[in-house]
């Protein structure tokens, strides 16, 4: 499926390919009619989903619900809350990710790479469950109305900083800093958590600076600044 010219969403709209499907392809710009209201719900099982322009650049989206994919490139994004269910490839957010409404961004899949600005709204949390790794890039810089859980199996890399509104950051798994990070969560903040091991890249000697207010830091696991 590919949609090659601006497209203005009427209503909700379902987009699928099947569970061994093609490809969904998005060329042009996708905006919304009414800001928040129009869901956009994407399968493209094995097949890849790009978002070639901006999407709610004009008028925000309501929900993105990305049901299967293989690889997942977008630029910017914005809309109510975005959702992906299954990736089997790796999602790619290479512009500003911003959702207004409670849902936030929940991502599940195989690997993620955050490469722009991610902002949440309306206590919306950034939640990511990868059976991969996870990249964040120096300008991937995350900013919640919401907590930050971030799990990847394989690993997370993160050369950006994270600011919260008195809401928990948690890294859930292996963590080395690629880059100098800031963590914030204000000054009646919650808790900031590494449950496994941080580590710094190979003889870069990056800093890491915590503010958690009210709220603990903790490290339940080694912190090594040798590597």
């Known amino acids: 499926i590919t949609l090659n010219s601006a497209t203005t969403m009427s209503g909700d709209i379902a987009l699928s390919t099947g569970p061994n499907g093609g490809a969904i392809t998005l060329n042009s710009t996708l905006d919304g009619s009414t800001a928040s209201a129009?869901?956009?719900k994407l399968t493209a099982g094995t097949g890849n989903i790009d978002f070639n322009a901006a999407v709610g650049g004009t008028t925000r989206l309501g929900a993105i619900d990305i049901v299967s994919a293989a690889?997942?490139?977008a630029l910017a994004l914005t809309a109510a809350s975005i959702l992906q269910q299954a990736g089997?490839?790796?999602t790619t957010f290479?512009?500003?990710i911003d959702t207004n409404a409670a849902a936030g961004v929940s991502i599940t899949g195989s690997h993620l790479s955050l490469e722009d600005s991610l902002t949440t709204g309306n206590a919306g949390p950034f939640t990511?469950?990868?059976s991969g790794t996870?990249?964040?890039l120096a300008a991937g810089n995350i900013s919640t109305d919401g907590t930050v859980s971030l799990t990847a199996?394989?690993?997370i890399a993160t050369a950006g900083d994270i600011t919260t509104t008195a809401d928990a950051i948690t890294f859930a798994s292996a963590t080395t800093l690629t880059d100098n990070i800031t963590l914030n969560t204000g000054a009646t903040g919650g808790t900031i958590t590494f449950s496994s091991t941080l580590d710094s890249s190979a003889d870069a000697g990056n800093s890491l600076t915590v503010t958690a207010g009210n709220g603990d830091p903790d490290f339940d696991?080694?912190?090594c600044w040798a590597t």
Do not use: H, P, Q, Y
Request: charged content about 15%.
């Open 153 to 155: 199996t394989g690993g």
């Open 134 to 136: 996870a990249a964040i």
């Open 128 to 130: 990511t469950v990868l």
């Open 221 to 223: 696991a080694a912190v």
């Open 38 to 40: 129009e869901d956009l």
């Open 94 to 96: 290479g512009g500003a």
């Open 71 to 73: 690889d997942v490139d």
């Open 88 to 90: 089997s490839g790796t």
